[in-house]
């Protein structure tokens, strides 16, 4: 596995040791003493998710303003466009985002902490997204801030058509939004 730092340092790539010949390939993709030792962090995951949508589906910028999750992400098929922002008022990066290509072919890993809003865009036919949860999912404490807020100023990738579920098209401007002390 190698850590690749992202211009937000808690913010990490993680890329796991890929294995392959004719037949395939085998990858571990999860490995708790080799994440804590090579991030420093110690991290309890608690919930496993899959979502699997199709092109130009947004999802995001989600995030819970108690019981805050750290997100492992990946992509098992398809590739998305990945997107953290800092939400920790106190942070001398706040407001900041971060964003990475996950693919099934590239197998990247990327480490979302708590105090983070996440979301990501499918920029193939349709995408499998996988990730463990640090806290489990509690809709009473999820907030959305708006993908598109100029405040942010996410560079989504081009020829982007979004489209959003009824609760993201209500997410709100940084401004507006809940966010971390």
Avoid at 8 to 24: A, M, S
Avoid at 91 to 96: D, Y
Avoid at 119 to 131: I, K, M, R
Wanted: charged content about 20%.
């Amino acid at each position: 596995m190698i850590i690749i730092p992202t211009a937000i340092p808690d913010l990490l790539i993680i890329e796991p040791k890929v294995f392959g010949d004719q037949r395939g390939f085998f990858l571990e993709s999860y490995n708790q003493l080799t994440f804590q030792t090579l991030t420093g962090l110690t991290v309890n995951f608690v919930q496993d998710n899959h979502s699997r949508s199709g092109r130009n589906v947004l999802r995001g910028l989600h995030y819970q303003i108690r019981q805050p999750q750290g997100k492992l992400v990946r992509v098992t098929s398809g590739n998305v466009f990945d997107v953290a922002v800092d939400l920790r008022k106190a942070s001398p990066i706040f407001g900041h985002w971060v964003g990475v290509e996950l693919s099934g072919d590239n197998h990247r890993q990327f480490w979302v902490p708590p105090g983070f809003a996440h979301g990501f865009v499918v920029l193939s036919e349709q995408a499998d997204f996988l990730y463990k949860t640090s806290e489990y999912y509690a809709p009473e404490h999820e907030r959305c801030i708006r993908w598109d807020d100029p405040a942010i100023g996410i560079i989504w990738p081009e020829g982007i058509a979004p489209q959003l579920s009824g609760k993201d098209q209500q997410g709100l401007s940084l401004t507006e939004a809940e966010v971390f002390e």
